[in-house]
């Protein structure tokens, strides 16, 4: 049975609405792929089959910021040939690709799925460069923006029927909106990256308050908010250099520094783990993770090398 969303606004629109990643404009994104990797997660362990790599995208613009919505799919802000960032829906069984948005003058990023699984969400730069959060309906209804006096939005993460917002500003802050008349901010200079903790009511994010140095590397305490207890608590430190991470299970973490991917077990207090090492002629480093939800695929985002 779905739930609704408890939108405590929104607003239909008669045509396909947009978003943007965070500061840059679109036509700056770097040039990147998505590519998919065979993975596995049980109780023997957390293994990346680095020789499965199969790349999904190919071209000299921004296909990046993937996001599993189920087993079978995924979603993520791509470029078309004018620079315009639209939200793709891919299907790995027969390959397909499908345009979850076409809007020639806004631009969609951070493609997810909604808990009640019938939008998919997306942080959108409108016409007049607000940047906020829309929905957008799986079976191609009409869009709906949320939160309208919440902007300009970079990034966001899902708890429930809510998202947890990352509102640009001086400073930037974290904020999770309770109703309109209880925007509580639940830190200030926290990094681009928002998960969902799984199984939880937490919202884990890294402070970017203090700078802590590991061999050599700036890197940054992970921490999680209790949006029932509204508590914040420390997950010890994110991977040194690395500030993009997403959730294998409720206790495996997972963050990618060059061209390596790492495991932290955070309810063990492990320290990072070398789990695969992923490498692929014509591409740089890993800028972006996300894992299905059965733990048996991982996309990966690239940055294409100039030539």
């Known amino acids: 049975m779905h739930t609704t969303l408890q939108k405590y606004v929104y607003f239909p629109t008669s045509f396909l609405f947009l978003i943007y990643l965070t500061i840059h404009p679109a036509q700056s994104q770097e040039a990147s792929d998505v590519f998919l990797v065979d993975a596995k997660n049980n109780i023997l362990g957390f293994a990346v089959f680095s020789g499965s790599a199969r790349q999904i995208t ?20 791509s470029a078309d040939q004018s620079g315009n960032i ?69 990034y966001y993460a899902w708890q429930g029927e809510k998202a947890a917002l990352f509102v640009i500003g001086e400073p930037n802050r974290l904020v999770f909106p309770y109703a309109r008349d209880d925007v509580y901010t639940i830190i200030e200079n926290p990094g681009r990256s928002i998960q969902q903790r799984p199984g939880t009511k937490e919202i884990v994010f890294l402070d970017k308050n203090a700078n802590i140095v590991v061999d050599g590397k700036t ?10 207890r509204r ?43 070398k789990v695969g090492t992923f490498t692929y002629p014509g591409y740089g480093t890993i800028s972006r993770i996300s894992i299905s939800p059965n733990g048996k695929k991982i996309a990966l985002a690239l940055h294409r090398l100039q030539e």
């Not at 190919?58 to 993520?76: A, H, M, T």
């Not at 890197?219 to 029932?228: H, V």
């Not at 508590?231 to 299970?249: I, K, P, Q, Y």
Request: proline content about 4%; charged content about 30%.
């Open 58 to 77: 190919d071209s000299d613009r921004y296909d990046n910021q993937p996001r599993f919505i189920n087993d079978e799919q995924l979603v993520f802000a």
């Open 86 to 154: 639209d939200a793709i829906l891919y299907t790995w069984e027969n390959e397909r690709f499908v345009n979850m948005t076409r809007t020639p003058e806004q631009s969609e990023f951070s493609p997810d799925l909604t808990s009640c699984g019938q939008y998919i969400s997306t942080v959108t730069v409108e016409e007049d460069s607000s940047q906020r959060i829309w929905l957008y309906p799986v079976n191609f209804g009409e869009p709906e923006l949320l939160y309208d006096d919440i902007s300009p939005v970079g």
């Open 219 to 228: 890197t940054f305490e992970l921490k999680s908010f209790d949006s029932e």
């Open 231 to 273: 508590e914040t608590h420390s997950l010890g430190l994110a991977l040194e250099g690395s500030e993009d991470f997403c959730w294998v299970d409720k206790n495996k973490l997972l963050m990618a520094s060059g061209n390596d991917l790492y495991l932290r077990k955070v309810n063990k207090g492990i320290e990072w783990e």
